[in-house]
């Protein structure tokens, strides 16, 4: 109960407004937007995965899809050059 919680009446007013382009290259006119949302779950798990193969192998990359084969072959063929 110390701290109030902010409020839209506590923020700043803002107009939204819009400027729709159509799209040159596109028949319909229209662009795809619809994938934006997901395509950075891909990355981040690569990017994991090759977090803890550094720590452990000094593995610093791996091909998108990091199949359980690919992870495997990665891990061996660190295992052989060092």
């Known amino acids: 109960m110390d701290y109030a919680l902010p409020r839209a009446a506590d ?3 803002f107009v939204f407004e819009t400027h729709n382009v159509p799209c040159t290259t596109n028949p319909l006119g229209v662009k795809g937007a ?3 949302g997901a395509i950075g779950s891909c990355p981040a ?3 994991a995965i090759i977090e803890g ?3 452990e192998y000094k593995i610093d990359h791996i091909d998108m899809p990091a199949t359980a084969e690919r992870v495997w072959i ?3 063929e660190a295992q052989q050059a060092a």
């Open 45 to 47: 798990v690569v990017n």
């Open 34 to 36: 619809g994938e934006a």
């Open 74 to 76: 990665a891990i061996r």
């Open 11 to 13: 923020g700043p007013s």
């Open 53 to 55: 193969l550094w720590r």
